[in-house]
């Protein structure tokens, strides 16, 4: 054999990908723009499965109160408070891959990552999967859901619980690509989902060509199954070295318990939030299933406020992602001050949009409730007088969610928690208990209450948003990978 012959040719390696230095510098209305954009469409695009689901639903397992709508809003709510906790881990991990992106740390940034992929998986399938598909009639008594809202609510409820691992792991893969900066993969990766989401659907909700016509089974399969390949994707991405993020080298492959304890101090905070905001929802909903007309009522709840409000919420979500991103690279590179100006001109962006949609909400309610065939009253009056309220507490929301982003983005996760147990637990509940034990509670007062709460939320973050201290949270924290 020839000497060049048993020479082996070099590996090729595709060179590291470089982090965005326009987050940490820069125009900042720029660099606000940059982070914002591709998430807020990304929420949007990820919200609109769930609008097409309520549509079919409500087209093809038609009934005069809308039961089948009614039942897929409360599953999904009873779904969210079970499962928002471990959404508390990618919260601690997105926190701290902005942080070490914003000193461009890529070995911190790898074991961060890798450390809560672990954790999610284990914790998905080996407690979520199981305990969520048995306890899952127990869950629904709670709300006390009327009996033809059960009978559809239970399967699709069980079928999330069973095959839902792959909907949060790509929760966590688009926060971590957000975080170091790459918001564009999440979105192509998210209208692949969605895509996907809505083929499958609409295919098995209706039962096209050989598929038979499976209703709420058919929306839970789409909202399982779809998001596999872009999972799939995202991972083969980082294993190729297409992204900042990277799997760590093989001898680092056991997780960091103690990173794994810091994320978890930072994180636990807004997993609380996240629990009381949905248990606040559920609580709500029983609170509308005293109600005359009970399965209306969740059925305008379920369209109004889940979907349509959707509009201001998921694009508020995206905000508020944008916002934490930009506070932690930007306290990161030593630049906080610049970071809180950045979150301010985020939650301005926020309400100028939650206007608009405010303005069709009052303006073109019939249209759009007609969308979901809830055109028989009582829904549609239901509807109408809680689009109004909607229409004026959007502006509250989605400036409530940019500020608090900015908080949670430097670490600052016990406030936002405190706020929302003081607006939702205490004010929303406690106008709805107070109304029903005076025998006086209606829909209207459920409407009313919500409006209060959203606008008492904002006033409580602008407070403690003006403050300095918040922003050094995290450096008080024994953090360092």
């Not at 590996?11 to 606000?32: A, C």
């Not at 999904?76 to 942080?99: D, K, T, Y």
């Not at 809505?198 to 096209?208: A, Y």
């Amino acid at each position: 054999m020839r000497a060049h012959e048993s020479r082996r040719k070099p590996k090729l390696t595709l060179p590291l990908k470089s982090f965005d230095k326009d987050i940490v510098s820069g125009n900042l209305m720029r660099s606000v723009w940059k982070l914002a954009w591709p998430l807020v469409l990304l929420n949007l695009v990820n919200g609109l499965h769930g609008l097409v689901d309520h549509i079919l639903i409500g087209n093809f397992l038609a009934s005069a109160d809308n039961a089948a709508n009614a039942a897929i809003g409360v599953a999904w709510q009873v779904f969210l408070v079970v499962v928002v906790f471990i959404a508390s881990i990618f919260h601690g991990m997105n926190v701290l891959i902005a942080r070490y992106a914003g000193r461009q740390d890529r070995a911190a940034i790898n074991r961060i990552f890798y450390s809560a992929l672990l954790a999610s998986i284990l914790i998905l399938v080996l407690l979520v999967a199981p305990l969520g598909y048995l306890g899952a009639p127990q869950l629904l008594k709670v709300v006390n859901v009327a009996p033809e809202v059960h009978e559809h609510a239970l399967p699709y409820l069980r079928l999330l619980f069973l095959l839902g691992a792959p909907l949060f792991l790509m929760f966590m893969l688009t926060g971590a690509f957000h975080a170091s900066g790459q918001p564009k993969t999440p979105l192509k990766l998210g209208v692949l989902t969605t895509a996907l989401n809505i083929i499958i659907s609409t295919v098995l909700i209706t039962g096209w060509g050989p598929f038979p016509a499976l209703g709420v089974i058919g929306a839970a399969l789409g909202t399982v199954l779809a998001p596999m390949a872009s999972c799939a994707i995202g991972l083969y991405l980082i294993a190729s070295r297409r992204m900042i993020i990277q799997f760590p080298p093989r001898d680092q492959l056991v997780p960091d318990l103690r990173l794994l304890r810091t994320m978890t101090r930072i994180g636990v905070p807004t997993g609380i939030q996240g629990v009381l905001l949905n248990v606040a929802g559920v609580v709500l909903l029983r609170y509308i299933s005293e109600l005359e007309h009970s399965a209306a009522a969740q059925a305008a709840y379920t369209i109004c406020y889940a979907q349509l409000f959707s509009l201001v919420s998921w694009t508020s979500f995206g905000l508020r992602a944008a916002a934490g991103t930009l506070m932690g690279q930007n306290i990161g590179a030593d630049k906080a001050q610049r970071g809180k100006t950045g979150v301010m001109y985020a939650a301005i962006m926020g309400a100028a949009w939650a206007v608009i949609i405010g303005i069709v909400f009052w303006t073109l309610p019939a249209p759009l409730l007609r969308l979901f065939n809830a055109v028989d009253e009582p829904v549609y009056g239901l509807g109408l007088s809680l689009l109004r309220y909607l229409g004026l507490s959007g502006v509250a929301l989605s400036m409530t969610l940019a500020l608090t982003g900015g908080l949670q983005g430097a670490g600052a996760t016990r406030a936002p928690m405190s706020i929302a147990f003081a607006t939702q637990i205490v004010v929303l509940l406690g106008l709805c208990q107070l109304f029903l034990s005076m025998g006086v509670l209606t829909a209207h007062h459920v409407w009313a209450s919500l409006f209060v709460s959203h606008t008492l939320r904002l006033a409580l973050t602008c407070l403690v948003f003006r403050t300095d201290g918040w922003a050094n949270t995290l450096a008080r924290l024994d953090n360092t990978p």
